[in-house]
């Protein structure tokens, strides 16, 4: 056998060896287009990604649908973050989805029991829903409770 | 650092008869080194300012710093595994489908998790947090018998099931007590009547004490019956993993435990990467523990900070993309981790137990 080539049960079969390229290749792209998308945005590189950032810029440029959605993302991976819930509650209730809002200050409160300011919320959005409920019945005439 | 195995008819002889010996083990590096940074003797001393009266001082030095501390220690660590795996002597032919083959099947599974982020994301997520504390319990259980065994301390199969347990202990309280994963993860997808969160907190409660007991009296149990004691570094590993895992969660604290976790993954991935240098005559050994932990930074900062921008860049969303990122990264670093670290038939055996 020439000296530098390997017996062939030493070599790795071909589908391995083109899964890995591909697996390398993916990695890279997909590094090298985080460098330049954040070269062209920030001009710097990061150095702790914020994965509530794309929610908090969409809050500032009055995308609120997108930025609900981006909090809805984060909440279900990270069900146990207070803080984030409270953002999206407050998110929620401002947009008018009140039920959500309630949902997630209900969550709020399940993870830490005797938190004043959830409970408080949580108080006037009932208010607001019922006074939405009422006001429903008396356009349509009909009761939801 | 989770399935060391010593071939059991290959165990160092044991010391004859006279007073038992409390012993640091057969280090490493250094004696205090192996003992405060692998050992976990520095969480120890750490978690005892912490809970002193130090927590607001510690907290102030450690907030503003996190990020750099996350990619020195935490990232360097996940991706440590990896690149043991790249670098480790005849790794890539005995783990062929494991370098070669799965790093696609990680990149498949990463992508279709960030596209869908509420299922798929959601469940891997949950599995990760379920893991973790088993892969924090398999790598104090390693380390313990792996010092054990270099120190010339070889245990019964009876003394290693009571060292498993006491490392496994501070796993089953947080499988059985967490929120959001573990037994309350698998009840809420199942029977969710079957969850009784006071039970779980009661059961949780009555193990907390488990490894202090278990190993106090193993300990207590050889030196008496006899005569030889296990290392302090072996003691020390399977204290501290308890420490980290619950009291630490208990103040609300665990993101210490992941930076200590990390140092001692970090130092014991360095140490054999150099040995296997060294075995092949190549350089100095700061050489290769400065070009390897670089490596492992690098990478790090890769898979944390620009793969996630990557997948943002496609369209997805930064939340799903950096969240599911993380968790992918951990489950990958966990089963490679499960793999790289099996002594028998290995090189990694006669690093161990090189000169014992």
Not at chain 1, 19 to 28: D, E, N, T, Y
Not at chain 1, 105 to 122: C, F, P, S, T
């Amino acid at each position: 056998m020439p000296a530098g080539r390997e017996s062939a049960p030493d070599r790795e079969p071909l589908f391995l060896r083109i899964a890995f390229g591909l697996a390398v290749a993916l990695l890279f792209w997909s590094a090298l287009g985080g460098i330049v998308y954040f070269f062209s945005v920030t001009r710097r590189l990061p150095l702790q990604l914020d994965p509530l950032f794309e929610a908090r810029m969409r809050v500032r440029k009055g995308d609120t649908a997108g930025a609900l959605r981006q909090y809805r993302v984060y909440t279900d991976l990270r069900p146990l973050d207070v803080a984030a819930l409270r953002e999206m509650g407050e998110l929620a209730a401002s947009t008018g989805h009140v039920g959500e809002a309630i949902r997630t200050y209900e969550r709020v409160l399940q993870l830490n029991g005797g938190d004043e300011r959830a409970e408080a919320r949580l108080l006037e959005l009932h208010k607001i829903q019922e006074r939405g409920a009422d006001e429903a019945a008396a356009r349509y005439g009909v009761s939801f409770r | 650092m989770s399935a060391i195995a010593v071939a059991p008819s290959q165990v160092a002889p044991e010391p004859g008869p006279g007073p038992a010996i409390v012993r640091v083990g057969r280090a490493f590096v250094h004696p205090a080194f192996d003992l405060l940074v692998i050992g976990g003797g520095l969480s120890l001393l750490f978690t005892a300012a912490l809970v002193w009266k130090f927590r607001p001082a510690i907290d102030n030095v450690f907030t503003p710093s996190i990020a750099w501390v996350a990619l020195v220690a935490n990232q360097a660590h996940f991706a440590a595994s990896t690149v043991r795996l790249y670098t480790k002597p005849g790794a890539r032919r005995e783990l062929r489908f494991l370098s070669l083959g799965f790093p696609l099947v990680t990149l498949a599974v990463l992508s279709y998790a960030v596209a869908r982020p509420e299922g798929l994301g959601a469940t891997l997520t949950a599995l990760y947090l379920t893991w973790s504390p088993y892969h924090y319990a398999a790598q104090a259980y390693g380390l313990a018998l792996m010092y054990s065994y270099r120190s010339g301390c070889a245990l019964s199969l009876r003394e290693k099931q009571v060292v498993r347990a006491a490392c496994l202990a501070p796993f089953v309280v947080q499988f059985i007590a967490g929120r959001g994963f573990g037994l309350a993860w698998i009840l809420a997808h199942t029977s969710p009547a079957l969850d009784v969160p006071w039970l779980r907190a009661q059961a949780a409660l009555w193990l907390t004490w488990v490894p202090v007991v278990l190993m106090v009296g193993l300990f207590a149990h050889m030196a008496i019956k006899r005569r030889v004691t296990l290392p302090l570094v072996s003691l020390c590993t399977v204290l501290s993993n308890a420490v980290w895992l619950l009291w630490l969660t208990s103040i609300d604290a665990f993101v210490y435990a992941t930076v200590f976790h990390s140092i001692q993954y970090l130092a014991i991935v360095t140490i054999f990467h150099v040995k296997n240098q060294q075995q092949a005559g190549r350089g100095g050994w700061a050489f290769h523990a400065a070009g390897f932990y670089l490596r492992c930074v690098a990478l790090g900062y890769l898979l944390f900070q620009l793969v996630p921008l990557g997948y943002f860049l496609f369209g997805f969303g930064l939340a799903e993309s950096v969240l599911v990122v993380i968790t992918i990264i951990n489950l990958h670093h966990f089963i490679v981790d499960a793999y790289i670290w099996r002594l028998r038939q290995d090189s990694n055996y006669k690093l161990v137990t090189a000169a014992v």
